[in-house]
């Protein structure tokens, strides 16, 4: 599966989301020829990895999961190190899961990480619409090159209350997946899909819009991030110091309304700025941009109409 690209010093990436050829593939790196280049190792098996960040030291961070939730020495993240003779990998395992009193699944399991504030975290499983958990986020120390979980964040560090209920509004198999953050003037700017990883609610949470939240420092809970035509946040990007937010509308007839806009300033009194609009069957579930043209992936949310999904239309400003 090819989940979603990740874009690290100007060079293409695809995490190996759910490889086809064993555990042994981390990523793929797009060539100056055109050509996809693999990057594989044995030393650290994973059976999926959900997203990929590069640190201050030029290593890059893999966050996943093994076969083998149970041991929480096995790690379930991994970190690139480049070297004379490539890349070289290795374990960086969470060291204070508690294996009393854990699901180990769920604490082994991540799906995104991101920098904020100069620090990287990552979110596993345990980040999911049932009760407010700790643990569900991990920090990268990057003197001992681990990960550690986080008991003083929860979930209602990334998900507000109002969305995240007491007894679930789907039930504690779905879990929040917050999408390529991105950090806009101390601010931290975030969409959220459902996932789940119960074999029968996978197909009906799989990469659903939740939301869109935005939140100034950890500790701090995030709020919603409200945008004109009463317009469903979708994707986000920072382009020459301003924030870029991709939205849709669905119209009564069933089809989508697309919008982008944006704005300078992140505050109470946002004053936001439209640039595109138009109609499709689909949503656009992310956009791009490139010497002044926009590009928009056309998707859908389970249960929405397939139409034009997998699409890719552009727009260039005038």
Request: avoid cysteine.
């Amino acid at each position: 599966a090819i989940e979603h690209y990740k874009l690290l010093d100007n060079q293409l990436y695809i995490p190996a989301a759910d490889p086809t050829q064993g555990d042994s593939n981390k990523f793929y790196r797009r060539q100056q020829d055109g050509q996809w280049q693999k990057y594989a190792s044995e030393v650290v098996q994973l059976a999926h990895v959900r997203d990929l960040i590069k640190t201050n030291t030029n290593d890059i961070l893999l966050v996943g999961n093994n076969r083998q939730p149970g041991k929480p020495s096995r790690p379930g993240t991994a970190i690139a190190t480049k070297t004379e003779d490539g890349l070289v990998f290795q374990g960086a395992g969470i060291k204070n899961i508690q294996e009393k009193n854990t699901i180990l699944v769920d604490f082994n399991w991540f799906f995104s990480t991101f920098e904020y504030q100069q620090r990287i975290y990552a979110t596993n499983s345990v980040l999911r619409d049932y009760d407010n958990y700790a643990g569900s986020i991990a920090e990268y120390d990057s003197q001992s090159r681990q990960f550690k979980l986080n008991f003083s964040l929860h979930n209602d560090e990334l998900i507000p209350p109002p969305l995240m209920r007491k007894n679930g509004k789907y039930g504690i198999e779905v879990i929040y997946r917050p999408w390529n953050p991105v950090e806009f003037q101390n601010y931290l700017v975030y969409p959220v899909r459902s996932y789940s990883n119960i074999a029968n609610s996978y197909r009906q949470a799989y990469m659903n819009t939740l939301g869109f939240f935005y939140k100034s420092g950890m500790g701090n809970s995030p709020q919603e991030l409200t945008l004109p035509q009463a317009a469903l946040g979708e994707d986000v990007l920072i382009i020459d110091n301003e924030l870029y937010v991709l939205a849709n509308k669905q119209e009564q007839n069933g089809e989508f309304t697309i919008f982008v806009f944006k704005t300078d300033h992140l505050d109470q009194k946002i004053e936001w700025q439209q640039l595109v609009e138009f109609s499709s069957p689909n949503k656009a579930r992310s956009f791009e941009y490139l010497d002044n043209t926009f590009y928009f992936g056309l998707g859908q949310d389970v249960g929405e109409a397939i139409a034009n999904s997998g699409d890719i239309l552009s727009y260039t400003l005038p």
